[in-house]
């Protein structure tokens, strides 16, 4: 699982805390980065703002990513990863504590690979995210980028 990189799109640091933590106790000691809303995330994906450089044919394995973010929401960042030939195929799990219908079948509308509801106790939120790792980076064949 090494050298398989995991971008944490997450604005509440209460929940970003957790699931480093989570991430680190199950032995998922893969490179996280975090980008604390959407538009971070949309900079770091296309090399943009302070990440301006960035070696893009390095992509995450799996994009973690929360629907309610300030500046670009999660579902306008999920909109855009799809739209955009060079990222299209970058694994997103939406990792939200939304329950809502319209989130669950929006996500699913714009291509997000999973949805997983985060869970309000502590000792299920730690499984889901074991699982999440052991699907996600040692399972899943991750499809591979086009070549920019």
Do not use: C, H
Request: charged letters at 30%.
């Amino acid at each position: 699982m090494e050298n398989k990189t995991i971008l944490l799109v997450e604005d509440n640091p209460d929940d970003e805390a957790l699931t480093l933590r989570a991430l680190k106790r199950n032995n998922i000691l893969n490179e996280v980065i975090v980008a604390r809303d959407g538009a971070e995330a949309l900079d770091y994906l296309f090399a943009g703002g302070a990440y301006s450089g960035r070696d893009t044919s390095k992509q995450p394995e799996v994009i973690l990513l929360d629907l309610k973010l300030p500046k670009v929401d999660g579902l306008e960042v999920l909109q855009q990863i799809r739209q955009d030939e060079r990222v299209r195929r970058l694994a997103v799990v939406i990792l939200t504590s939304s329950n809502e219908e319209r989130d669950i079948i929006a996500g699913y509308d714009l291509g997000a690979n999973s949805y997983i509801r985060k869970p309000v106790d502590f000792n299920q939120f730690m499984e889901a995210v074991r699982q999440l790792g052991l699907y996600w980076l040692a399972l899943n064949v991750a499809a591979p980028n086009p070549r920019a």
